[in-house]
């Protein structure tokens, strides 16, 4: 597709239940972000993918969040045992190369997850 | 580690006005610089970026912004702002290509 697409656009979870969110890229971009947008402006880097590998995951908080990106199927953001704190909008976004210079990353739209 | 600071946290203009929003980064090497735009209720939406070149980059509905290495700053403006510009802007640095380095955001009103 021509745009990042992004399911659920909201998301409710008691605290202690599963959540999980996911995330199809532009058609022909090989990588792959997820972002956590708290109290409406800060974003957080969690995790790129570079195809179905992890490329960076020096944001992913090592416990509860996990994330996957499998041939021929949405990326997934999973989080177990979901908390208060992290009620936020999760975005995710794609490029085509990660090593060239200027490379644009396409945002999609967010999942926005409220944990209550 | 990287930061990316913009200053002007709430910005409420005029129409006609103009507008500066400052984004300064702390990192020393080579970056690549975007600013973005999310409007009410939408997604991020890519406005200017630059790489190389001209530090001077124009970007969409009337948008640009001038890259000073030697302040670590790539500042947005627009000479004159419409209702429409009415948004969240968000200055962005990456200087591996890798992740993005947000800054924390100018809400820009703008009244009619």
């Known amino acids: 597709g021509e745009e990042v697409a992004q399911t659920p656009k909201h998301l409710v979870r008691g605290e202690g239940q599963k959540a999980k969110l996911y995330c199809a890229p532009i058609?022909?971009?090989?990588?792959v972000f997820w972002y956590q947008q708290v109290l409406k402006n800060e974003f957080k880097f969690l995790i790129s993918?570079?195809?179905?590998?992890?490329?960076?995951e020096t944001g992913m908080p090592k416990e509860r969040f996990s994330a996957k990106c499998l041939p021929n199927s949405p990326c997934s953001l999973e989080i177990q045992a979901t908390k208060l704190e992290d009620s936020a909008v999760y975005f995710c976004a794609s490029s085509q190369w990660q090593g060239a210079r200027g490379e644009t990353q396409y945002f999609g739209p967010g999942t926005r997850l409220l944990v209550l | 580690a990287q930061s990316v600071s913009q200053h002007n946290h709430h910005v409420i203009l005029s129409e006609a006005a103009s507008l500066e929003l400052g984004c300064n980064y702390s990192?020393?090497?080579?970056?690549?610089l975007f600013w973005y735009v999310q409007y009410p209720g939408q997604h991020l939406q890519l406005l200017l970026k630059y790489f190389s070149g001209d530090p001077l980059v124009k970007g969409i509905k009337g948008f640009e912004a001038e890259f000073i290495k030697s302040k670590f700053s790539f500042n947005l403006r627009k000479p004159s702002v419409q209702w429409s510009d009415t948004a969240e802007y968000f200055c962005?640095?990456?200087?591996?290509?890798?992740?993005?380095?947000f800054g924390t955001g100018t809400s820009l009103t703008v009244i009619p």
């Open positions: 993918f570079q195809n179905e590998n992890v490329f960076d």
């Open positions: 058609k022909g971009h090989s990588y």
């Open positions: 962005a640095v990456t200087h591996t290509g890798n992740q993005f380095y």
């Open positions: 990192y020393g090497g080579t970056v690549n």
